[in-house]
Nanobody
């Protein structure tokens, strides 16, 4: 089993920045990929960013490219999502996910990000 705990959400004005963190614990040696997803009110959950645990390649949704940056601190089993130039449409619950197989198998509890005008 893998446990994921997100932190860093909050309220920020449009144009501002936030950094989310996701700490993994448990059988982390099985993890080969981690990522971030988000779900806005009334919408389906959508992909934001993901990376292989080695950090060799990172993927971003078109909507966040150039504004969000995913990084890894393998010494802390933690990934980060640095979000800049935040827009109203970035408001959502952000979820961290970890994959040990072809799909993401473990999910965090989510952290709320609210962008105000």
């Amino acid at each position: 089993q893998v446990q994921l705990v997100e932190s860093g959400g909050g309220l920020v004005q449009a144009g501002g920045s936030l950094r989310l963190a996701c700490a993994a614990s448990g059988r982390t040696f099985n993890i080969h990929a981690m990522g971030w997803f988000r779900q806005a009110p009334g919408k389906e959950r959508e992909f934001v960013a993901a990376t292989r645990w080695s950090g060799e390649r990172t993927y971003y949704a078109d909507s966040v490219k150039g504004r969000f940056n995913l990084s890894i601190d393998s010494t802390k089993n933690t990934i980060y999502l640095q979000m800049s130039s935040l827009k109203l449409e970035d408001t959502a619950v952000y979820y961290c996910a970890a994959g040990i197989g072809p799909e993401f198998d473990y999910w965090g509890q989510g952290t709320q990000v609210t962008v105000s005008s």
